[in-house]
T-cell receptor, first 108, second 113 residues
Framework: AQRVTQPEKLLSVFKGAPVELKCNYSYSGSPELFWYVQYSRQRLQLLLRHISRESIKGFTADLNKGETSFHLKKPFAQEEDSAMYYCALRQEGNMLTFGGGTRLMVKP | SAVISQKPSRDICQRGTSLTIQCQVDSQVTMMFWYRQQPGQSLTLIATANQGSEATYESGFVIDKFPISRPNLTFSTLTVSNMSPEDSSIYLC??????????FGPGTRLLVL
């Protein structure tokens, strides 16, 4: 069965420090992975998807099939990055399996 | 992209009653889904709302408890039936066109007393 694991519930860093939010998955098929973000009092929104191989708001994520990981990284965190981040795996039928989420707090 | 609205945004209900949540999309979409997010937890898929046919439920969710309708390509409802305090959650609707990105509604925050 598919599973998405985000080992850290809370990650606290200072402004300007590098950030890495971890995501590991298990899936028997060909994975398609996403990062969603939820800022305070806003709805859940897509941050990036692995097939796009793009950088959004300075964030990047690389799919590592050998390690079954899709970690989210940003070299210099900003206070406005503070939010809940969810890693999600898409399976057949466009259904998403979400990880438990990581709350990122960027301190001034 | 698709803009999704949900009604109500929040409600407080008595145990044993039922609540119907509406989800409206501003454009025609092929896929609509309902998720639940219990306090302090992640999102869990309840079911896929199928247009013109019965919804497809995930393990642990049944039609008698969570009846779903989808009469057309832009609208769906989720009913939480015979509620108990354990049903207190945020219920989210999402929509996608085929295999495209899923967009989420703002959620309905439900508290059952």
């Amino acid at each position: 069965a598919q599973r998405v694991t985000q080992p850290e519930k809370l990650l606290s860093v200072f402004k300007g420090a590098p950030v890495e939010l971890k995501c590991n998955y298990s899936y028997s098929g060909s994975p398609e992975l996403f990062w969603y973000v939820q800022y305070s009092r806003q709805r859940l929104q897509l941050l990036l998807r692995h097939i796009s191989r793009e950088s959004i708001k300075g964030f990047t994520a690389d799919l590592n099939k050998g390690e079954t990981s899709f970690h989210l990284k940003k070299p210099f965190a900003q206070e406005e990055d503070s939010a809940m981040y969810y890693c999600a795996l898409r399976q057949e039928g466009n259904m998403l399996t979400f990880g438990g989420g990581t709350r990122l707090m960027v301190k001034p | 992209s698709a803009v999704i609205s949900q009604k109500p945004s929040r409600d407080i209900c008595q145990r044993g009653t039922s609540l119907t949540i509406q989800c409206q999309v501003d454009s025609q979409v092929t896929m609509m889904f309902w998720y639940r997010q219990q306090p302090g937890q992640s999102l869990t898929l309840i079911a896929t709302a199928n247009q013109g046919s019965e919804a497809t439920y995930e393990s642990g969710f049944v039609i008698d408890k969570f009846p779903i309708s989808r009469p057309n390509l832009t609208f769906s409802t989720l009913t939480v039936s015979n509620m108990s305090p354990e049903d207190s959650s945020i219920y989210l609707c999402s929509a996608a066109v085929g295999e495209e990105t899923q967009y989420f509604g703002p959620g309905t925050r439900l508290l059952v007393l």
